[in-house]
Structure formats: structure tokens, C-alpha cells
């Protein structure tokens, strides 16, 4: 009786154990909502209005992140990593974008590469890009030479035309060359840089069929040999093949780091008598012979030293008018890097990162941030608040949050104050704390 009591007793434990567990699982997954989509299209924007990078916030999916059955397909160290690369194939271009219940925005991407393509959160507007990605410049204007016309392709094999320069867009294309001939040359009408690498493009047509044209890297074009002669009082100020050399900055791996330098070699730089020529030693015609070796240490990019393990791709005693002259370079150890704060140049007060879209301060690529490190504690040049980041780059101005003013919803923004930020770090060293001023513009 006893036994049969017992076991009565653990049957209906064991029965009400199921009973309770199995409906504390059916709570569990009841209170597991997820998020439905509103909306799904296809972008029809400019294309190359819509290149972004990745900083690292959010993940790639294959579906919108809060959907049930997304999976990751990449994961925020992955796109941090792409987001602060030194490589163009790393930008993304998005093409789609979903709307779900809850308000979130999410932009189907795909990496110029091809590598990764997936979801992404973008914020709450379809008006801007957000969350895990912002908008980019995959290339900066620059400056055109003096002389534009009259160059030749020097190898139209290695360095041929591209509609858009190779990685600058999503499935950038060759330029159809089959009007070019050998010898043609070619008229420069724009120029400009890869972001990332750096590198110097030249947007050129050919001047005896002008369906050829395109873009082509600065080092693929041979310039005209001068037909002026220049004087010791005239400084020369366009590179040649008669009067300058190129010198490359390499990487270990052989791969160009920074920009090319172009040095011109000015008349006053010659011994007596000599020539500057196409193919004149340097060591024959130059006062100082080591003039190659200091003009290259003094123009290494930023953030990189002159490798003491890696020779030269040849001495510079062997180097001759015309030619090129690469030097291998070492990432430099940054041991002193500044931290940004940011301040209202009317109030003297903080800007709290709060008050900014997204909640968050500018985000800075690995290059970018390298302006404010440096492997000493030197003092911090008050030109460094000149630099392009701060005029057109991503510190050249903040934007806020909407708020509402006169019955209007108005976004507020700020704009840098190169004078009292100066100002304010007059004595600061790399490793200080770097205070940045902005002036808010009046809301109108």
C-alpha cells in the first residue's frame, strides 16, 4: 500500500514537473516577439550616390536583423575591419532597402569585392544612411597639372583607361579602347584621388579620337617633354620624364602605400655644366649625390617610416633622370594617440554625443585617426587643424538630432572653428586630449 502510495506520488510530480516546465517554455517563446517587414525595394538613386562603409556597429544578416531566421553573415569586427581599410574593394553598395514594423531601416549591400552582401541596420530614415553605414567619397578631387595635354600612355597594357578608376564603384569597367593607337596623346580634364589609397588619377581623352576616354593612374602617363628651357631663377614646376623622378613607397609585401611623389629636380640642384636630360645619372649631374635619399625620407607618408630591414627596389646611385625609385616603409608604432572632445564655440560647453545623429561623434577610418597619434610626444603643429578633415572631411562638421523650434522640426548643426580650436590647443603634445571647437550655425 505504502509502495503503491510512494509511487503514485513521484508519477504525479514527475507528471506536474512536464506540466510546469512545459508551460514555462510556452511563456518563453510567446514573449518572443519578432519584427515584420513593411516594405522591401529596389533603390533607383544615382549609383554612385549610394557607396558606403561600414564602421562596425552593426552586423550583416541574411535578412533584416530582427527578423525571424536572420543569420549573421558577418559580424561587427569583420565590418569594422572593412569599414577602417586602406582598400578601395573594401566600400559597399547598397541597392535595396526594408522598412519593418518597428521603424528600423535596413539597406541590402554588397561589397565591391563581392565577398560579403547581406542586411544591414541603417537607422530610421530612407532619407540618409545610418546605424552600421555612411556615406562615402570613394574619390577626392585634386588639382590638375600645370601642362594637360600632350601626354602618352606608357604601357596601355599594364595601365589602360577605366570608365571609373578600378574599385572606385561597384563593378567599375574598362574604358573600350579599340579607337586608341599607339602614340596618341592625350588631354587631362580632371584629376583625382583614390580616398583610401591615395593614388592619383587622371580623367584624360585622346586627342585624335575623342571616344576614347576615361581614367587612368597618374604613374601610366608619360608627360610631354618640355620644348621651354628653364633657367636657374625659373623653378621648375611640372614633372617630366626630362626633369623629375618618382619615387614609390612600398610596404613589405611590395604593395604601394600613400601617394607617389613626384620630385622635380630644379637647375640649381646641378653641378656646373650639367645637363638635366631623360636618363641622366643622378650621381653625374647632381651637387649633393644623396639629394635622392633626403628628399624620400622627407616625404614617407603619414604613419609609415622608412624600413631599416628592406633595401631600396635599387640604390639610388643607379637611379637616372626619368626613372622610378622605390622605398620600402614600416608602419610606424604610434605610441601617443589623442583623444577628440567636442565643444561649442558659444557656449565653451560639451557637445554631448546625445545631441548628434545616431547618438555619436564622427566616426574616424585607421588612416584617419593616425593624424592624431604619433610615436612621439611632440608638440602638435597648429597646421594640423588645416588638413582636409577638417574643411571637407568628416570633422569639418557636426549634425544633430531633430528638435523642434517655432512649431517646425529643424536639424541642428555645427560647423569647425579652425581659430579657437587652435586656440585651444596651442600647448598640447600627441597623446593630450584634443578639445574641438564648433560654431553652430543659427537655425533658420
Request: charged share 15%.
Amino acid at each position: 500500500m505504502k509502495s503503491n502510495l510512494k509511487k503514485s506520488l513521484y508519477v504525479g510530480l514527475a507528471a506536474l514537473s512536464m506540466v510546469t516546465a512545459t508551460g514555462f517554455a510556452a511563456t518563453n517563446a510567446s514573449a518572443k516577439t519578432y519584427a515584420t517587414v513593411n516594405s522591401n525595394s529596389t533603390l533607383t538613386t544615382d549609383p554612385t550616390t549610394r557607396n558606403v562603409a561600414t564602421n562596425g556597429t552593426n552586423a550583416l544578416y541574411t535578412k533584416a536583423g530582427t527578423l525571424r531566421g536572420a543569420r549573421v553573415i558577418a559580424g561587427k569586427g569583420t565590418l569594422s575591419s572593412y569599414g577602417s581599410s586602406n582598400s578601395s574593394q573594401q566600400y559597399f553598395r547598397a541597392y535595396r532597402v526594408a522598412t519593418t514594423n518597428r521603424g528600423s531601416v535596413y539597406y541590402k549591400v554588397v561589397s565591391f569585392n563581392g565577398n560579403l552582401r547581406g542586411w544591414i541596420y541603417g537607422g530610421k530614415s530612407t532619407n540618409t544612411f545610418g546605424g552600421g553605414i555612411s556615406s562615402t567619397n570613394t574619390m577626392t578631387q585634386a588639382g590638375l597639372p600645370t601642362i594637360t595635354k600632350g601626354y602618352t600612355l606608357t604601357n596601355a597594357a599594364k595601365n589602360s583607361l577605366w570608365v571609373n578608376p578600378k574599385w572606385s564603384q561597384y563593378k567599375a569597367q574598362a574604358a573600350d579602347m579599340s579607337g586608341y593607337k599607339t602614340g596618341d596623346t592625350f588631354t587631362i580634364t580632371g584629376a583625382a584621388t583614390k580616398t583610401r589609397e591615395g593614388w592619383l588619377y587622371y580623367q584624360v581623352t585622346d586627342d585624335n579620337n575623342s571616344a576614347v576616354t576615361g581614367w587612368v593612374f597618374a604613374g601610366g602617363l608619360t608627360a610631354p617633354t618640355s620644348t621651354t628651357p628653364t633657367t636657374p631663377t625659373t623653378p621648375t614646376t611640372t614633372p617630366t620624364k626630362d626633369n623629375s623622378v618618382q619615387i614609390n613607397y612600398l610596404n613589405a609585401s611590395g604593395q604601394q602605400v600613400g601617394q607617389t611623389y613626384n620630385w622635380i629636380i630644379q637647375n640649381s640642384d646641378l653641378r656646373s655644366g650639367a645637363k638635366l636630360t631623360n636618363g641622366a645619372k643622378l650621381t653625374d649631374i647632381l651637387t649633393n649625390a644623396t639629394q635622392l635619399e633626403d628628399v624620400a625620407n622627407k616625404n614617407v607618408p603619414t604613419g609609415y617610416t622608412v624600413s631599416k630591414t628592406q633595401d631600396p627596389s635599387h640604390p639610388y646611385t643607379n637611379v637616372t633622370v626619368g626613372s622610378t625609385y622605390s622605398v620600402y616603409v614600416d608602419q610606424a608604432v604610434q605610441k601617443y594617440a589623442s583623444q577628440l572632445t567636442y565643444y561649442d564655440s558659444n557656449t565653451g560647453n560639451p557637445i554631448p554625443n546625445s545631441a548628434l545623429v545616431e547618438n555619436s561623434y564622427p566616426q574616424l577610418t585607421t588612416t584617419e585617426q593616425g593624424l592624431f597619434s604619433s610615436s612621439t610626444q611632440a608638440t602638435i603643429a597648429p597646421t594640423l587643424f588645416d588638413n582636409g578633415i577638417f574643411t571637407t572631411g568628416r570633422l569639418a562638421a557636426l549634425t544633430g538630432n531633430q528638435v523642434s523650434a517655432n512649431g517646425q522640426l529643424v536639424t541642428p548643426s555645427w560647423k569647425f572653428d579652425a581659430n579657437k580650436t587652435k586656440q585651444a590647443n596651442a600647448n598640447a603634445k600627441y597623446g593630450d586630449t584634443i578639445k574641438l571647437y564648433y560654431a553652430e550655425n543659427p537655425i533658420k
